[in-house]
């Protein structure tokens, strides 16, 4: 199970921090991903991480803004938002897949989905 949480309402250059908990599961040999959605729009990838090799990668659209890490210890994935823009906005889901091969930016190859939490950027 994985649980998002940190999303909230900013204006435009400020910043978040949003996590995943991934209970029950020991995630060493996942990689973890966050993804996000505006309503009437199509999910697209942000950011993922591989846990057991620490690799990461971001979309295009958010890369220099956006950090992504995992605390172990915690069974913890968090996203680091800065400079937030107005287009940001959306629903924020965190995933896990079942594999550290490659970090896939698909959402179909996820296997585990959080339920979402809501960032809102105001200009």
């Known amino acids: 199970q994985l649980q998002a949480s940190g999303g909230g309402s900013v204006q435009a250059g400020g910043s978040l921090r949003l996590s995943c908990v991934a209970a029950?599961?020991?995630?060493?040999?996942?990689?973890l991903g966050w993804f996000r959605q505006d309503p009437g729009k199509e999910r697209e990838f942000v950011a993922a991480?591989?846990?057991?090799?620490?690799?990461?990668k971001y979309a295009a659209s958010v890369k220099g803004r956006f950090t992504i890490s995992a605390d172990s210890a915690k069974n913890t994935v968090y996203l680091n938002i800065n400079s937030l823009k107005p287009e940001d906005t959306a629903i924020y889901y965190c995933?896990?897949?079942?594999?550290?091969?490659?970090?896939?930016?698909?959402?179909?190859?996820?296997?585990?989905w959080g339920q979402g939490t809501l960032v809102t950027v105001s200009s």
């Open positions: 029950g599961r020991t995630v060493t040999k996942y990689t």
């Open positions: 991480i591989s846990w057991s090799g620490g690799d990461t």
């Open positions: 995933a896990a897949r079942v594999s550290t091969f490659y970090i896939s930016t698909n959402s179909n190859t996820y296997d585990y």
